[in-house]
């Protein structure tokens, strides 16, 4: 009997013992006897209630994405469309803003010169692919009371001619293209000439200005006007001097900066009438 107490057996019991009167302890604390074979059973099966828990979810998941994958389509594909909408809102926004800009400047060019009648503000719908100096097509011809070439402007300043029209549609030569020929004039040294442009600056978006008659007081960042004539009105915003060179050494011409990139604009509107059009003295 003395060694029973002594050996492994009785050391297992001792054992189990104290962890089945800890379990009823805990038990008699957290909530009385009864709950004593539900904490074991709870215990043991824990992992496995975990594991399975976890199987389930998995499988609902995966069985969720095949059977509503069609749902999910549509509700993606209606979102998709929902947010275009609201990023073209939000552009078609930003678009009446700028015209808005755009046609109070006009208006403000009209109180200065009383003169003047617009055509309705004009969309360019295509940029000639062929034309090395930026021509384009508007969006209205002689059925709006546009003419052949009547001067094209922004609120920013001039942009050319129509140089083509039809019933509804206008093309216009730019004002960096060599067949443009307008009056200009520096506005503080007063220098008048001639804008002459080609192909070298045409692709680098610029004008040239020869034939100046005093050309020694030309300074760089100077604002350049048209002068009036037949085709342009005088007082329009044409640039301003970016570089002031001789020529063989000789003839002064001046490098012009548009005041509109005329690869860039968006929309315009048509002088089609001012005083002095077409008039030759």
Request: with cysteine.
């Amino acid at each position: 009997m003395r060694d029973f107490f002594y050996g492994t057996k009785f050391k297992i019991i001792v054992c189990l013992f104290a962890l089945v009167l800890g379990v009823v302890i805990y038990a008699a604390v957290s909530g009385g006897f009864s709950t004593v074979p539900e904490t074991i059973i709870t215990t043991i099966t824990k992992p496995f209630v975990e594991v399975s828990n976890s199987i389930s979810n998995w499988v609902e998941d995966t069985l969720d994405k095949f059977s509503n994958a069609d749902k999910y389509k549509n509700e993606n594909e209606e979102l998709r469309s929902k947010l275009n909408e609201l990023y073209k809102d939000l552009i078609d926004y930003d678009d009446i803003q700028s015209e808005n800009e755009q046609l109070k400047q006009i208006l403000k060019i009209k109180e200065e010169n009383d003169d003047f009648e617009f055509s309705a503000p004009c969309n360019i719908i295509a940029h000639n692919s062929n034309d090395a100096y930026g021509g384009f097509t508007i969006d209205r011809g002689s059925d709006d009371g546009i003419s052949l070439y009547d001067p094209v402007m922004t609120a920013d300043g001039l942009v050319g001619m129509i140089s083509e029209i039809g019933p509804n549609y206008a093309r216009v030569t730019t004002i960096i293209s060599s067949e443009i020929n307008i009056g200009i004039m520096t506005l503080e040294s007063k220098a008048v000439g001639v804008i002459n442009n080609d192909v070298e600056h045409a692709n680098a978006g610029e004008c040239l200005m020869s034939y100046i008659d005093n050309p020694d007081n030309i300074k760089k960042n100077e604002i350049i006007k048209s002068v009036a004539g037949v085709i342009f009105p005088g007082d329009l915003l044409v640039g301003t001097v970016k570089e002031i060179y001789r020529e063989n050494g000789l003839a002064v011409r001046v490098v012009v900066t548009p005041a509109v990139d005329v690869h860039k604009i968006t929309n315009c509107v048509v002088i089609t009438h001012f005083k002095g059009q077409g008039v030759v003295n």
